[in-house]
């Protein structure tokens, strides 16, 4: 006889309709009031529940961004939470993830369209257009985590990323010092040359 045993977690269910904490259901200004990152690539304002208690045991965070042309969003993973992101104006952006067989999943979004995000996945967002782009994204948790890929191999030792990469270990070295991990996050803006605001807006390049 085989014993299969499974785990599962997930937020907690609410036990009141509304947080006893919470002072009100509205949150205003979130590109003041909320948890800002700004870089070059645009601004990231994230709610949680340390800057509002409304979103306390409801199984949500909320990130709204404002990212400029050629700005991107670092790939990165959430462990514990699926993204659904909304692209409101501006852009179009490329967005996609990985899955884990090895297959990208790439798609141009414009104002009105939506993507998922699936929990776990590696993702990223790319402003391919010539106007600045506001897009939201909803995590179904209110603690999802964000871990920055690139920048988390390259916390590894300079050896084991260097296989990883199928580099020497100088090479590793000059893109640790180039590359520090992304915390907070932030947008960053893509260097010269890389892109084109407006052009090559496609799913292959």
């Known amino acids: ?62 990130v709204q961004f404002k990212m400029v042309p050629c700005g991107e969003n670092l790939p990165h993973t959430h462990p514990r939470a ?54 939201i994204s909803a995590l179904n948790s209110q603690n999802p985590g964000t871990l920055d890929s690139a920048g988390a191999v390259l916390q590894l030792p300079e050896r084991a990323a260097a296989i990883a990469f199928n580099q020497d270990i100088a090479t590793v070295a000059a893109l640790k010092s180039h590359r520090p991990y992304n915390e907070p996050p932030t947008l960053e803006a893509a260097k010269p040359g890389v892109c084109v605001p407006g052009q090559f807006i496609t799913t292959t390049c």
């Open 82 to 135: 699926t993204e659904l992101l909304s692209l409101i104006s501006g852009g179009p952006l490329q967005a996609g993830f990985v899955d884990t067989k090895g297959q990208a999943h790439i798609h141009i979004l414009y104002p009105g369209d939506l993507i998922v995000f699936p929990r776990g996945l590696l993702h990223f967002e790319l402003n391919v257009g010539t106007e600045t782009a506001f897009y």
């Open 1 to 62: 006889m085989v014993l299969v045993q499974r785990v599962e977690a997930a937020d907690p269910d609410p036990l009141v309709d509304f947080s006893a904490n919470a002072t009100t259901p509205v949150f205003r200004n979130i590109f003041v009031n909320g948890d800002v990152s700004v870089g070059s690539g645009g601004v990231r304002a994230a709610l949680d529940i340390g800057k509002f208690p409304g979103l306390t045991s409801e199984g949500l965070t909320v």
